[in-house]
Structure formats: structure tokens, C-alpha cells
Nanobody, 122 residues
């Protein structure tokens, strides 16, 4: 079993910054791409940012390009989301997600974190 534990959410004023972290632990052989999603009240969950297993490639939703930066530390099995110039419309529960292979030749399994609330006041 694999656990994803997120931290770093909170309340911030518009224009402020937050840094989210998500640490994976448990039975892990390899971790594929790691992703951040968010879900605002009454809206569908949307993909915010993704980073490949090596960390060499990243992609962002248009709404956060230039403001958010995703990174990862493979030695710590941790992914980060640096969020700058936050806007009230960034308010949501943020979830990390990844696909893990728990042993050599094992199947790939999808895991989600429990979510962390980010609230941006105007």
C-alpha cells in the first residue's frame, strides 16, 4: 500500500504565495509522473500541473502558467507545488496524484492524496 500525504495549504491574501508538498510512502519501487489537481466547490476536479518521473518535463493548466511551479525530489518521493501571485479563483482543495509500481514487474496503481485546502481572499 502507498500513502500520499499533502501539506502546505492555508489561507492567504490575493497576490500571496503558498508551497504545497506531497510525500509518498509505503511499498514503492518506482513512481511515474506526479500531478496536482484541484477541485473548487461545485466544479469538476481539474489538472493543474504535472511533472514526469525524471522531473525533466512539466505541464501546466493555462490558468496557472507563469504563476505555479511544480517540482519533485525523487530521493524523498515528494512533489511540490509553488504557487505565486495567488488569485481568489485559485481557491480549491488541492490533491496530489501519482501512479506507482510497487515492485519489479508489478502492476501500476493510481493513488490520491487526501487533499489540502487553499483559500485565497480578495
Amino acid at each position: 500500500q502507498v500513502q500520499l500525504v499533502e501539506s502546505g495549504g492555508g489561507l492567504v491574501q490575493a497576490g500571496g504565495s503558498l508551497r504545497l508538498s506531497c510525500a509518498a510512502s509505503g511499498s514503492i519501487f518506482s513512481i511515474n509522473a506526479m500531478n496536482w489537481y484541484r477541485q473548487a466547490p461545485g466544479k469538476q476536479r481539474e489538472l493543474v500541473a504535472t511533472i514526469t518521473s525524471s522531473g525533466g518535463n512539466t505541464n501546466y493548466a493555462d490558468s496557472v502558467k507563469g504563476r505555479f511551479t511544480i517540482s519533485r525530489d525523487n530521493a524523498k518521493n515528494t512533489v511540490y507545488l509553488q504557487m505565486n501571485s495567488l488569485k481568489p479563483e485559485d481557491t480549491a482543495v488541492y490533491y496530489c496524484h501519482t501512479i506507482v509500481q510497487n515492485r519489479i514487474g508489478g502492476i501500476l496503481l493510481s493513488y490520491w492524496g487526501q487533499g489540502t485546502q487553499v483559500t485565497v481572499s480578495s
